[in-house]
């Protein structure tokens, strides 16, 4: 019985010729990731252990990203917490304000992750990195710290889903409106503890930033992992930001798979996901006529280059509704830099958007755009719980960046191609 992308490489990292779905395997690590929230947890406990060191100083990296620079008191302990353990464990990969990114644009930037390794995070979102053709999810702090301390973690092998993508993508539709498509398809439970595997011709469509969207948005259908194959787009990306080894995995041909779920992206639209799941979703055309009073454009779903452009190409030369407030986030700093060497952020102040030091800021209600009682907010985030960017009463729509821009020019959720 053959295995699959996933299944090879977690075969690999455990020491085993073969793995099936459903087996209580321990594997080696070749990243533990925290942040300025999970981290200090993650210290909590592995004090308690009675770990000394950390198993790796090349291999535990810490970002901060969520409420820095720091908003308030408590983030600003929290931080200080982890910046004295960095110190104090020798930390090669720390990245303190002026260095910090949102992770999981700036992991991948850096060159710290590359096809065929195995990534845990205490940020369910690390499972962004399949993109790269790397095993990657996200645990809880506890996990962190057993990780930090011996490199290893437990885990049940994962079935698998296979999505055959197929055909080319119309103007404006992107990563975004393919996953959200998806989780509407098969709901936010859909995957439960599956890996996501991506297939097919289509693949060819997607530009690696795509594909990060996708695999970052994997567990909102409740998966342990999203994983693409890696081809030449892959390697390319990969030579560019590392000078790690890589090793490419590809699933057998007669790998097992739960369900094989075809997905024609000719015939995709841009794709709007309402509260207050992602699962509730609807095309642009079925959206009727919703007021939209904030609209972010930023997250580790969309934050990075090529969201940043569509935003500018869509917002140059207009400006944005007197009633909605725009906040644009690029994900990292080197991100940022480009967006004024490309004259993208002219264009955004000028339309009247703010422009953010990179964070998750408003993603989960921190700060940096926190929505009051009956207001809505258009976001390229990844989740529209109950009050996750605010008041309880509050709404957040999920959405690609081009619906994003459009939105924030019309006032009410727009579909691109009528501006």
């Known amino acids: 019985m053959g295995m699959t ?62 409420f820095v620079p720091a908003k308030d008191i408590k983030s600003a302990e929290q931080c200080k917490v982890s910046r004295c353990f960095c110190k104090e464990q020798n930390v090669t990969n720390f990245f303190d304000v002026g260095q910090m990114g949102i992770e999981h644009a700036l992991l991948p930037e850096k060159g710290l992750v590359v096809a ?69 398809k098969i709901g936010v439970d859909g995957a439960l503890y599956k890996s996501m595997e991506f297939a097919g011709e289509g693949l060819k469509e997607l530009s690696m930033d795509a594909r990060f969207t ?28 590392s000078t790690k080894k890589f090793t490419i995995y590809e699933a057998d041909e007669d790998a097992v798979y739960d369900e094989v779920i075809d997905i024609d992206l000719c015939a995709l639209k841009s794709t709007v996901s309402f509260p207050h799941l992602p ?80 964070t998750c800021g408003p993603c989960l209600g921190g700060y940096m755009g926190i929505l009051a009682e009956g207001e809505r907010a258009l976001a390229t985030t990844n989740r529209n719980f109950i009050g996750r960017m605010g008041h309880p009463g509050s709404e957040v729509y999920l959405a690609s960046p081009a619906v994003a821009a459009a939105t924030a020019i019309a006032g009410k959720i727009a579909d691109p191609n009528n501006i």
């Open 5 to 66: 992308m996933t299944q090879k490489i977690l075969a690999a990292h455990a020491g085993l010729n073969e793995v099936k779905a459903g087996q209580f395997i321990e594997i080696d690590l070749d990243l533990v990731l925290g942040n300025d929230i999970t981290t200090p947890v993650a210290i909590k406990e592995f004090e308690k252990m009675g770990a000394k060191n950390i198993y790796d100083k090349n291999k535990v990296v810490v970002v901060f990203d969520h």
């Open 116 to 184: 065929g390794e195995t990534v845990i995070g205490a940020d369910s979102h690390t499972c962004t990195y399949g993109a790269l053709g790397a095993f990657s999810t996200g645990i809880g702090s506890t996990d962190m710290a057993a990780g930090m301390a011996t490199g290893q973690v437990w885990l049940k092998v994962p079935s698998a889903i296979k999505f055959n993508l197929t055909g080319k993508l119309n103007k404006w539709v992107s990563g975004k409106d393919i996953i959200l498509y998806i989780i509407g």
């Open 214 to 241: 996708i695999a970052n948005m994997a567990i909102e259908a409740g998966g342990k992992n999203g994983i693409f194959p890696v081809d030449e787009k892959t390697i390319e990306y990969m030579q560019d930001h």
């Open 279 to 358: 699962e509730n979703t609807k095309s642009i055309d079925n959206v009727g006529d919703v007021k939209i009073d904030q609209v972010v454009i930023g997250s580790c779903t969309n934050g990075r280059i090529e969201d940043m452009r569509v935003a500018a190409e869509i917002l140059k030369g207009h400006k944005v509704h007197p009633d909605v407030r725009t906040i644009i986030i690029p994900a990292t700093q080197a991100i940022y830099k480009q967006c004024m060497s490309e004259g993208l952020a002219e264009i955004f102040i000028d339309a009247g958007a703010v422009i953010s030091t990179p």
